[in-house]
């Protein structure tokens, strides 16, 4: 393995930076590590938090599972080291920052960015899904921009096994699939499930089961309530690709090796990714 990930790392091998945003466990620093002259994310969590949260071994099998995962799609996790107080993981830098924000920014995104953007997320889970990993929360806010404008899948929330994982509701139910929602035994079609809605986001700006209230979200996804405001216009094909994923019965769903072969996504998306 690189030395990155066996070498015993310390704060004294970074020049630790501005803060670039803070999450649920501390705060994530642009670093240099001193001896590469390398940018880095440097993820800093603060144990205590991590032990009233009780997620500790939670982060230590994402750890695991993001620190072996190789895509150009995929945020790499370099290695990580912990202290008194605190643990730290060296991720790589997305020098764009966050997609939310951008599709705040934008509002939607034109049908070729879309594209590209699903296009890549696709070869993404398809190498996630070959190495038996599903992902479970693809959302705006878990993924990143790298430098060439190019995704990064940035959560560490990747499950392993296809087992059912009782899901915390604190994050939004808009991107969890019927079975999800309902809770029984899921598998990686959850997966094209949410990029089908993350798909539906990018291209009018909201997620297709929206609703007030949390009930009503539930319902209008058991239900598939999948409707298709006449503003922004939007491609048929862009539809009809998205109407083949938001299907109830998960073995029916588009297989992300065939939506990669999607007249859409054949015309749209920028080859390069
Ligand atoms: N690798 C990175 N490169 C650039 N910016 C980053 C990186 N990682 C995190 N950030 C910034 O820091 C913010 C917080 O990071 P992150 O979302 O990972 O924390 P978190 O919310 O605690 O983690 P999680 O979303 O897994 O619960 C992000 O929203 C983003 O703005
Ligand atoms: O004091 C520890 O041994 C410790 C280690 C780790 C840890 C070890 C490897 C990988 C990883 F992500 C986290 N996490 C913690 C969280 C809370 C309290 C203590 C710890
Ligand atoms: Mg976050």
């Known amino acids: 393995v690189s030395e990155a990930a066996q070498k015993r790392w310390t704060t004294s091998d970074f020049d630790v930076g501005k803060p670039l945003g803070r999450g649920k466990f501390g705060h ?8 590469s002259n390398h940018i880095v994310a440097l993820k800093v969590l603060f144990k205590t938090q991590l032990h009233q949260s009780q997620v500790e071994h939670q982060l230590r099998r994402e750890v695991e599972i993001q620190s072996h995962l190789r895509h150009p799609n995929i945020l790499r996790l370099y290695g990580y080291f912990y202290d008194q107080k605190r643990v730290y993981l060296i991720l790589e830098y997305a020098a764009r920052g966050e997609l939310y924000k ?14 590209t953007y699903v296009a ?43 087992f059912n994982r009782r899901r915390t509701m604190c994050g939004t139910l808009d991107y969890l699939p019927p079975e999800m929602v309902k809770s029984v035994e ?20 909201v997620p297709p089961f929206e609703a007030r209230e949390h009930s009503e979200t539930y319902k209008r996804i058991v239900q598939v309530d999948l409707k298709f405001p ?4 939007v491609s048929s094909y862009a539809k009809d690709m998205i109407s083949q994923m938001l ?27």
Request: glycine share 6%; with cysteine.
């Open 28 to 35: 994530v620093y642009i670093a240099r590590e001193i001896r």
């Open 102 to 115: 951008e599709l705040q920014k934008c509002k939607y995104f034109s049908e070729r960015r879309a594209a």
């Open 120 to 162: 890549s997320l696709a070869r993404a889970l398809i190498y996630c899904h070959g190495k038996h990993v599903i992902h479970r929360d693809i959302k705006p806010e878990n993924l990143l921009i790298g430098a060439q404008g190019e995704l990064k899948i940035a959560d560490f929330g990747w499950s392993v096994h296809t």
């Open 186 to 205: 899921h598998d990686a079609s959850v997966d094209i499930w949410s990029l089908g809605i993350l798909c539906y986001e990018f291209l009018y700006g």
């Open 230 to 233: 006449p503003k922004p216009i």
């Open 247 to 273: 299907v109830k019965e998960s073995t029916q769903r588009l297989a992300l090796h065939k939506l990669l072969e999607h007249p859409w996504i054949v015309q749209n998306a920028d080859p390069s990714g």
